[in-house]
């Protein structure tokens, strides 16, 4: 993935073929942290919990819900991402670049929870838990792709 | 038109209860963001950039806090808008909580 532009309206990247598909197949893991896994608070001291953390759950819900959808617009919108002779194009606005880091983030926090939130280095890899190694770790090099790119448009000031 | 009544004033009254409870409106809630093995430390300081309009150095600052000390309390605000950041930080999959400041 390789940055080619950045203007005020959009980022455009390039993609292999090889790089491109990739990426489509690890965004159509979304969403993969479990419903109701964030917690409002910790202590449980909070007034009036259960309710607000149900309010919560579904602000999380929705959004995870317009995510998708973005997605799959994006997906299918030859303007942001075309197939081209050596690969892909992806061309995005700054909002798209926000929702896209999160929905990779999901997928690679959802991957790491589905693999037991393993704290340091992940033993005894097995067929069943391989496919959401790899998300984890191609949806991290994705995101860290897209932060590159940010930062080389000098976000800080 | 209902009327207005007039506050009854005595002067060198000083009404003051202990241990008033927070209303909602208090900036008695802290807003903390924990560590965990999985998020970027890159991606985390963006985030606070994001969500709270920061300044790379503040946002690195409690990225560190986070990763060295566990948890960073990132601010304090009034019960609804720390709700607002915790939804913020939780959009991004950060792990982001609300706790009452005692």
């Given at each position: 993935m390789k940055l080619i532009r950045r203007t005020d309206a959009k980022v455009l990247f390039h993609l292999g073929q090889r790089e491109g598909n990739l990426l489509v197949q690890v965004l159509k893991?979304?969403?993969?942290?479990?419903?109701?896994?964030?917690?409002?608070?910790?202590s449980g001291l909070l007034p009036n919990q259960q309710e607000n953390q149900r309010?919560?759950?579904?602000?999380?819900?929705?959004?995870?819900?317009?995510?998708?959808k973005q997605l799959q617009a994006l997906l299918a919108d030859p303007r942001r991402l075309r197939k081209v002779a050596a690969g892909?194009?992806?061309?995005?606005?700054?909002?798209?670049?926000?929702?896209?880091?999160?929905?990779?983030?999901?997928?690679?926090?959802g991957s790491w929870i589905?693999?037991?939130?393993?704290?340091?280095k992940l033993e005894g890899l097995s067929a069943t838990t391989a496919a959401d190694f790899w998300a984890m770790e191609l949806a991290g090099a994705f995101q860290m792709e897209l932060l590159q790119a940010l930062e080389e448009g000098g976000r800080d000031q | 038109m209902a009327a207005t009544a007039t506050p009854e004033v005595v002067p060198g009254v000083v009404h003051e209860t202990k241990d008033k409870p927070k209303s909602g409106l208090e900036p008695?809630?802290?807003?903390?963001?924990?560590?965990?093995?999985?998020?970027?430390?890159?991606?985390?300081?963006?985030?606070?950039?994001?969500?709270?309009?920061?300044?790379?150095?503040?946002a690195e600052f409690h990225m560190l806090q986070v990763h060295e000390q566990g948890k960073s309390v990132l601010t304090r605000e009034s019960m609804e808008k720390a709700e607002h950041y915790v939804h913020q930080l939780q959009k991004y999959t950060l792990h982001a909580t609300m706790e009452r400041d005692e």
């Open positions: 893991r979304y969403p993969r942290v479990p419903s109701a896994h964030q917690r409002l608070s910790k309010l919560l759950d579904e602000a999380l819900a929705e959004q995870r819900a317009d995510c998708k892909f194009r992806l061309a995005l606005s700054e909002p798209d670049t926000e929702w896209l880091l999160q929905v990779l983030n999901d997928i690679r926090v589905f693999l037991g939130s393993p704290e340091g | 008695g809630y802290l807003v903390i963001c924990w560590n965990d093995p999985v998020n970027f430390m890159q991606y985390v300081t963006h985030v606070f950039q994001v969500v709270f309009g920061w300044p790379r150095k503040k």
